[in-house]
């Protein structure tokens, strides 16, 4: 029966696409802003925020003047972030989760206050593991990020109220669940699809959030110093992007309709499996594998060769996309991208994987190059995070079902920091508007005079 349903669809395909098209000169003629992006690239304005800046060009007049990226996180530097914390031999991730939600660094007391926080708040309902995420696995981990966030609405005493002292304890249980239903989610995927043993680890209290994924994930818990340290760089830098990256922008326009956090929050994880978004790191990891596999990357003149095929359609996903190579924003450089391959490098040492790490930095610098060759001498283009962080998961031993979902475990305390801003400051309904371009208006005819 439902393959006679699927049949009978295939004869309605044709409708679908003509009655679904729109052409693209009427963008032009509607001065519709595709993508919300103005014809010189920069985003449309569409509000405010004081949590994150996406700094990666200056404009004169109409052009837009190449700059080395930036990134603020409540206005400091990441960059000084970073080195701040490393410095000082302490992970990263709680600190900055405090800062973004909170919009100040905490003092020393109040560090370990919010880390109790957290530490108090990983472990999942009675029956939440069992009945959400064993009975019910996924082949996709995302999906059970979605479900299991909706769940937890049900396990919450007072749900739907927007009050702040509410809003910031949701976002902090949250934050501290994701870890363990991300490591539980894979679990259950690897055993059940996979078919591989099944290890529920209980979250550590004493445990970063970094060393407590990586305890979750590996069958035998163990990770040096040296990979916390780099998996805990990576949610920093993953942490925030702006008010105007597609996950953040879509937390507004659920927040801004006076929904649940839950609901709220679910959808933002919709948005980064997205391929064009979270999901990225993906292609850069599927590129890498096809080059290996397809030519001798060690000799120089042999990759740039292959890049050559790549950019011209001819090899790989034919799409001409180097993955890993530009962003919307940056322009000369990627901030993120330059933290991680500062981490990756030292990673690299640490596994005797040099030669890996070299196969990355090549791709970006004969991109660079090509770039150049082909569109001119100004032409700029940089590495971005996903280049890095396809290598650093690699080195790590995560498994890219995990790739995605990790981004969404840094993510997740930005996209709650712009949900309170968006309630506290905005509180009216984001509603565009979209022209109407139907040519031809059509009259209701009876069934029988169809």
């Known amino acids: 029966m439902e393959k006679n349903i699927y049949s009978k669809l295939d004869n309605f395909i044709d409708a679908i696409k003509k009655n679904n098209h729109i052409e693209m000169d009427l963008y032009d003629h509607h001065n519709v802003k595709r993508g919300l992006r103005n014809k010189n690239g920069t985003g449309v304005l569409v509000g405010l925020t004081k949590i ?115 809003l910031i304890l949701q976002s902090i249980k949250l934050t501290a669940l994701m870890p363990t239903i991300i490591a539980y989610g894979y679990q259950a995927k690897s055993h059940y699809f996979d078919n591989k043993s099944l290890y529920i680890h209980t979250p550590v209290k004493s445990y970063s959030t970094a060393e407590n994924i990586l305890h979750m994930i590996r069958p035998d818990n163990k990770f040096t110093k040296t990979e916390a340290e780099t998996l805990d760089v990576l949610l920093v830098i993953h942490a925030e992007h702006g008010g105007g990256n597609n996950s953040a922008f879509a937390t507004n326009v659920i927040s801004s309709t006076g929904t649940d956090t839950y609901s709220a929050i679910s959808a933002a994880v919709g948005s980064l499996k997205g391929p064009k978004h979270g999901g990225a790191n993906i292609c850069v990891a599927n590129m890498i594998k096809d080059i290996q596999e397809n030519c001798d990357y060690k000799d120089k003149e042999e990759l740039r060769k292959y890049l050559i095929k790549i950019m011209d359609k001819k090899a790989f996903d034919k799409t001409g996309l180097v993955y890993g190579m530009g962003h919307a924003v940056y322009t000369k450089s990627d901030p993120r991208a330059v933290l991680l391959k500062e981490k990756a490098y030292e990673l690299a040492l640490e596994k005797d994987e040099l030669d ?3 196969l990355y930095s090549n791709i970006e610098s004969m991109t660079k190059e090509l770039f150049i060759e082909r569109k001119g001498p100004n032409a700029v283009i940089s590495a971005n995070t996903d280049l890095y962080s396809g290598l650093v998961y690699q080195m790590l031993n995560i498994p890219k079902d995990l790739y995605t979902p990790l981004f969404a475990a840094a993510r997740i305390i930005g996209w709650c920091a712009h949900r309170v801003e968006q309630i506290l400051s905005d509180p009216k309904i984001l509603r565009p508007a979209y022209a109407f371009v139907k ?12």
């Open 52 to 166: 994150g800046s996406v700094q990666g060009y200056t404009m004169d007049g109409d052009v837009k003047v190449p700059v080395d990226g930036k990134l603020l996180y409540r206005g400091i530097d990441l960059k000084s972030l970073v080195h701040g914390f490393q410095s000082e031999g302490r992970f990263g991730f709680e600190e900055t989760s405090f800062l973004l939600l909170f919009g100040y660094l905490p003092t020393a007391e109040e560090l370990d206050d919010f880390k109790g926080l957290l530490n108090e708040n990983r472990i999942l309902p009675s029956g939440f593991t069992e009945n959400m995420i064993l009975k019910i696995p996924s082949k996709d981990i995302m999906n059970k990020i979605q479900r299991s966030i909706l769940v937890l609405y049900s396990h919450d005493e007072d749900p739907d109220s927007i009050e702040l002292e509410n």
């Open 356 to 358: 890996e790490f070299e």
């Open 439 to 450: 040519k031809d208006n059509l009259d209701y005819r009876k069934l029988d005079d169809r």
